[in-house]
T-cell receptor, first 117, second 113 residues
Framework: NAGVTQTPKFQVLKTGQSMTLQCAQD?????MYWYRQDPGMGLRLIYY???????DKGEVPNGYNVSRLNKREFSLRLESAAPSQTSVYFC????????????????FGPGTRLTVT | TQLLEQSPQFLSIQEGENLTVYCNSS?????LQWYRQEPGEGPVLLVT?????EVKKLKRLTFQFGDARKDSSLHITAAQPGDTGLYLC?????????????FGEGTQLTVNP
């Protein structure tokens, strides 16, 4: 099992350019997430998809869009990149707990390091 | 909005020393997780604590969930250079969409040989 994979690993964009970050998981997980990580700010949730066909905003959704393409894949799009979006982006997935109110343990990809100049 | 505060933010110690990292909130969480992240990689789950007052041990690491489910601690005994990394706590709320986690800012631990 590859777990959670992300492409690309590194990317440099100019202000105003667009790009899509790809994420795929092979663990048959229902839920998938996109986070950004900035120094001293931990992980902040951008968007998540509790199950195939649904997406919801997280803590910092402005400037981003997402697509849950199928159960395996969840992409993050920057339509018009800004320097404030320079960050490390992580995708994660989790299975749905057997019991209602159970634990969602998340598994993370290796990250995409994005620089916007 | 549920917030988790970790302390200390940075910790540099010598091999063999003991240390404790704290994760505090004014909110109650249904469960709390600890992750470790190494440079250039994504966070990796270490443990999940669910019951108030619960203590879990993972070799030299001891995790505790506060009785009121608002705080947690991670204690490392006889730290080794391999323990170096960013330690993150994350809490799950009681909301209906239970898949969301709130992460603390992290504690950067450096263990010097």
């Amino acid at each position: 099992n590859a777990g959670v994979t992300q492409t690309p690993k590194f990317q440099v964009l100019k202000t105003g350019q667009s790009m899509t970050l790809q994420c795929a998981q092979d663990m048959n997980h229902n839920s998938m997430y996109w986070y950004r990580q900035d120094p001293g700010m931990g992980l902040r949730l951008i968007y998540y998809s509790a199950s195939e066909g649904t997406t919801d905003k997280g803590e910092v959704p402005n400037g981003y869009n997402v697509s849950r393409l199928n159960k395996r894949e969840f992409s993050l799009r920057l339509e018009s990149a800004a320097p404030s979006q320079t960050s490390v982006y992580f995708c994660a997935s989790s299975r749905v707990p057997v019991l209602a109110g159970g634990i969602y343990e998340q598994y993370f990809g290796p990250g995409t390091r994005l620089t916007v100049t | 909005t549920q917030l988790l505060e970790q302390s200390p933010q940075f910790l540099s110690i010598q091999e063999g020393e003991n240390l404790t990292v704290y994760c505090n909130s004014s909110s109650v969480f249904s469960s709390l997780q600890w992750y470790r992240q190494e440079p250039g990689e994504g966070p990796v789950l270490l443990v999940t604590v669910v019951t108030g007052g619960e203590v879990k041990k993972l070799k030299r690491l001891t995790f505790q969930f506060g009785d009121a489910r608002k705080d947690s601690s991670l204690h490392i005994t006889a730290a080794q250079p391999g323990d170096t990394g960013l330690y993150l706590c994350a809490g799950a709320g009681w909301e209906t969409s239970g898949s969301r986690l709130t992460f603390g800012e992290g504690t950067q631990l450096t263990v010097n040989p």
